[in-house]
């Protein structure tokens, strides 16, 4: 007996109808990247192991969640749980630092992500991310295009609802700063934490403030504010993030809180919820600035920004907020061949779709009556009728479906029949919307 097999836990198969959904999203994206000057970068979905693996992190990600493994040649290789690591890998080795002139490199990516987490909603072990980074420039008004950038694909896509938490961890002398106050804050504590934390007390007490574990600990709700030690630098630099994005009217609450779950992150750091935010897998987009990545790959003391969308969370959140995606296939044309003459009705679809047109035909030697039933299914705005008769004769059957009207046309002249029917319905939609127009300018 054939063996039954599932995808792995934690992932899942993206076919239709929802395939249609992430199709428009990313051609949206895509779209809106190009508007912002962002070109697509496609590294590898593995790397060496130590590209993520930096020294000292202690993040989640890094140290529980990581998929590595030892390949033939015995290298150790991490499946990418992120995108930022690899694209800076790929800067740094490509050495688009070298010309200043050309700074900031701003790249995106689309595509799998891998993280050994408890899969729920909204949270999986291969999961698809979009993601940009502007790298080599240090300048607020990039933090601000960013958060600006992935705020406004989100509103395209139909999401209306949703507000950026905003904070800032500031330049190394303010986070030394901070964590040494958050060392005291928690020091009489320590015992009461979770072990992970007690660990984190150690190597980056930050990370303390983004525990699950402990986030109802009475000591959480009077944890020092990160703001107040910031240093002149750091206030600057976050006021004019917060000016750009006030200008720009993006709403935003500053969480002081927020650490964000990955090590690297300096100044400015971000994330997407839901207005109604109802808690941890509901964070469209996050990220932030991160001064030290670059030089750790070896090219300099080069600042980058980006930020991360989880693929499946925005289309969920989409979808719930009423954006409007197409759920079926839809067809242009539907050739419906009688008789026995499959290898023609094939030959006119092809002809079809060589210029241009979404052509779809049956297979299954289905009759009239259902082969005009899988044509509605298509929404096909023609349908070309082939029998024998016609074969013989080189000539086709067309039918207008808006405009229930059927003709008999030479086969030479199916292409600019076909043309002249959709560029007919083109100025119709255009009549109809103008009228639209007038009639919403007459109600205001
Ligand atoms: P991150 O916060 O770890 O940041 O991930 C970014 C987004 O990816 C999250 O907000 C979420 O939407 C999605 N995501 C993360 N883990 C999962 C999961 N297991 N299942 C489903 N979705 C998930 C980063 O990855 C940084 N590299 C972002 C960044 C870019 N920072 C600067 N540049």
């Not at 508007?35 to 590898?44: K, N, Q, S």
């Not at 989640?60 to 590595?68: A, F, L, P, Q, S």
């Not at 979770?194 to 150690?202: H, W």
């Amino acid at each position: 007996m054939a063996k039954s097999f599932q995808v792995p836990r934690g992932t899942q198969d993206i076919m239709a109808p929802d395939i249609y959904a992430w199709q428009q999203a990313e051609d949206i994206i895509r779209q809106m990247c190009q508007l912002y000057g962002y070109t697509e970068a496609r590294t590898p979905m593995f790397e060496d192991t130590e590209v993520f693996a930096t020294a000292n992190d202690s993040s989640d990600m890094v140290t529980k969640e990581m998929y590595t493994f030892e390949d033939n040649g015995h290298r150790s290789l991490t499946l990418r749980p992120e995108g930022t690591k690899g694209i800076i890998r790929a800067f740094v080795e490509h050495k688009l630092y070298g010309n200043p002139g050309l700074l900031p490199v701003k790249l995106f990516y689309l595509g799998p992500m891998f993280r050994y987490e408890r899969p729920q909603k909204g949270r999986y072990r291969q999961f698809n991310q979009f993601g940009i980074e502007a790298i080599g420039v240090k300048n607020p008004q990039l933090d601000v295009e960013a958060i600006t950038l992935g705020y406004s694909i989100c509103r395209v896509l139909g999401i209306k609802n949703l507000k950026i938490k905003l904070n800032s961890l500031g330049n190394e002398a303010s986070r030394n700063a901070y964590r040494q106050a958050l060392k005291e804050h928690f020091k009489p504590y320590l015992s009461e934490l979770c072990e992970d934390c007690q660990r984190r007390y150690e190597l980056n007490p930050l990370r303390i403030l983004d525990c699950k574990v402990d986030a109802q600990h009475p000591s959480f709700n009077s944890v020092p504010d990160i703001q107040d030690y910031l240093d002149e630098e750091s206030k600057a630099y976050f006021e004019k993030v917060k000016e750009g994005l006030d200008l720009l009217h993006i709403p935003y609450v500053i969480d002081p809180k927020l650490v964000r779950g990955l090590d690297y992150y300096t100044d400015t750091v971000f994330e997407a919820v839901p207005v109604e935010d109802n808690g941890q897998q509901s964070t469209v987009f996050g990220g932030g600035r991160y001064d030290g990545l670059v030089d750790y790959f070896g090219g300099g003391q080069l600042s980058g920004v980006g930020f991360g969308m989880g693929m499946e969370r925005m289309i969920q959140l989409a979808q719930e907020q009423g954006g409007e995606f197409m759920d079926h296939r839809e067809a242009d044309a539907y050739v419906i061949g009688l008789g026995d003459v499959s290898s023609h009705a094939l030959a006119v679809a092809i002809a079809l779709r060589s210029s241009g047109y979404v052509t779809d035909l049956d297979f299954q030697n289905r009759g009239l009556k259902a082969q005009f039933k899988c044509s509605e299914r298509v929404n096909a705005k023609v349908i070309v009728i082939i029998g024998e008769d016609e074969v013989k004769a080189n000539q086709v059957t067309v039918k207008d479906v808006a405009a229930k009207t059927q003709s008999t046309i030479a086969l030479k002249d199916l292409i600019p029949t076909i043309d002249n029917i959709f560029e007919h319905a083109a100025e119709h939609d255009d009549e109809k919307a103008e009228h639209h127009c007038d009639c919403d300018h007459d109600h205001n």
